[in-house]
Structure formats: structure tokens, C-alpha cells
T-cell receptor
Framework: EDQVTQSPEALRLQEGESSSLNCSYT??????LFWYRQDPGKGPEFLFT???AGEEKEKERLKATLTKKESFLHITAPKPEDSATYLC????????????FGSGTRLQVQP | DAGVIQSPRHEVTEMGQEVTLRCKPI?????LFWYRQTMMRGLELLIY????????DSGMPEDRFSAKMPNASFSTLKIQPSEPRDSAVYFC????????????FGNGTRLTVT
């Protein structure tokens, strides 16, 4: 069974204080790893897809990286508007074809 | 692009009542997903349609839950009879081309069953 574990559960940063969120996964053949951002009262919003170890994607202050066992979402010089819950999800080549989500990291960036 | 539209935004009902949640996917998207989100279990896939045909309904909790997609622009998720443990936020999402395309989520329906 596919499993996704995200850490930490919650993270509080000062504006400008860079950090990383972790997503560890166990899957029988990774077809894709996805990062989403979710604001309170809203649905998740797609950020990145990573397909193979060593791949990196960037968007503004966010950079996602992938290894064979985990993915990191690096946040550089965060701003208060980066406050949200960040969700990681995996899709496998076998078994269920849809995404398996982690429980998320709740990020709060204080001014 | 209006995004995925869900209705109602909030639903409060009594145990035993029928509940119907509605979803309009993004025009041109051929896949539609229903997810449920709770604090305890996070986001769980309930059912996935491709070209209006159910592909994976293994996440549907039990016979009380049913989903339909009569056409490419409309889907419903029905719970009959509802129970307090069904209380959650239900999200509908659509994608351009199956499970390999990014999912676009609606803003969800918060269901409370008393």
C-alpha cells in the first residue's frame, strides 16, 4: 500500500527565515510526486509535479526536489502570504491509479 | 476559467437524511474526482470518473454513498442515509487528461450531520 508521510506537522517561521518541508514516500514504482498548497476554506492548488530522482522544480520562493525515498519543498525567504498547508501526494504505476495524499505541513510565516 | 464549481458550500443535515453534493468541472477536462477531507484521515479519494465513466470507486465507504456523472459538465455525490461520521469537507476536482494531469480542486462542501 502506498504511503506518504509529511513532516513537520506544523512549522512557524519568521518572514525571511528559509526552511524545508519533508515528504517521505513508500510506493511500488513512483509515477509522479505532486505538491499542492491549501489555504483555509479552499481546495488544494497545484504547485509541482516531479517524476524522477534528481529532478527539481522552482516557482517564486519555492523549490521542490526529489530523491528515491523523499521530496523536499524548500522555501526561501518566505513571506506571510506563503502561510498555508502544503500537501504532498504520490501516484504509483501499479495499484490504485489516483493520488495518495500525505496529511500536510501547516506553515505559518510571521511578519 | 471559472474553475471547478461545487454546491452547496455548506450543508447541515440530520442523521438519516439524504444529502446530494454537486460539482461542475472545468470545461474541457475529461476526468473528475471526488475526495473527502477530515482531520483524522486527510484527503481520501472516493471515486474517479474518466470520460463520464467510473474508473475507480474503491474508496466509496459503503452502499450509502453513490456518485453519478450524467454528462461531461455535471456530477453528483449522494449519501443516503447520512450518518454523523460522514461529516467532512467533500472536494470535487477535475483534470485535463486523466490521473497524470494536475488536479484542479473546487472549494469544497462542508457537510455536518447531526
Amino acid at each position: 500500500e502506498d504511503q506518504v508521510t509529511q513532516s513537520p506537522e506544523a512549522l512557524r517561521l519568521q518572514e525571511g527565515e528559509s526552511s524545508s518541508l519533508n515528504c517521505s514516500y513508500t510506493v511500488s514504482g513512483l509515477r509522479g510526486l505532486f505538491w499542492y498548497r491549501q489555504d483555509p476554506g479552499k481546495g488544494p492548488e497545484f504547485l509541482f509535479t516531479l517524476y524522477s530522482a534528481g529532478e527539481e522544480k522552482e516557482k517564486e520562493r519555492l523549490k521542490a526536489t526529489l530523491t528515491k525515498k523523499e521530496s523536499f519543498l524548500h522555501i526561501t525567504a518566505p513571506k506571510p502570504e506563503d502561510s498555508a498547508t502544503y500537501l504532498c501526494a504520490v501516484r504509483a504505476y501499479t495499484g490504485r491509479r489516483a493520488l495518495t495524499f500525505g496529511s500536510g505541513t501547516r506553515l505559518q510565516v510571521q511578519p | 476559467d471559472a474553475g471547478v464549481i461545487q454546491s452547496p458550500r455548506h450543508e447541515v443535515t440530520e442523521m438519516g437524511q439524504e444529502v446530494t453534493l454537486r460539482c461542475k468541472p472545468i470545461s474541457g477536462h475529461n476526468s473528475l474526482f471526488w475526495y473527502r477531507q477530515t482531520m483524522m484521515r486527510g484527503l481520501e479519494l472516493l471515486i474517479y470518473f474518466n470520460n463520464n465513466v467510473p474508473i475507480d470507486d474503491s474508496g466509496m465507504p459503503e452502499d450509502r454513498f453513490s456518485a453519478k456523472m450524467p454528462n461531461a459538465s455535471f456530477s453528483t455525490l449522494k449519501i443516503q442515509p447520512s450518518e454523523p461520521r460522514d461529516s467532512a469537507v467533500y472536494f470535487c476536482a477535475s483534470s485535463l487528461n486523466g490521473e497524470d494531469s494536475p488536479l484542479h480542486f473546487g472549494n469544497g462542501t462542508r457537510l455536518t450531520v447531526t
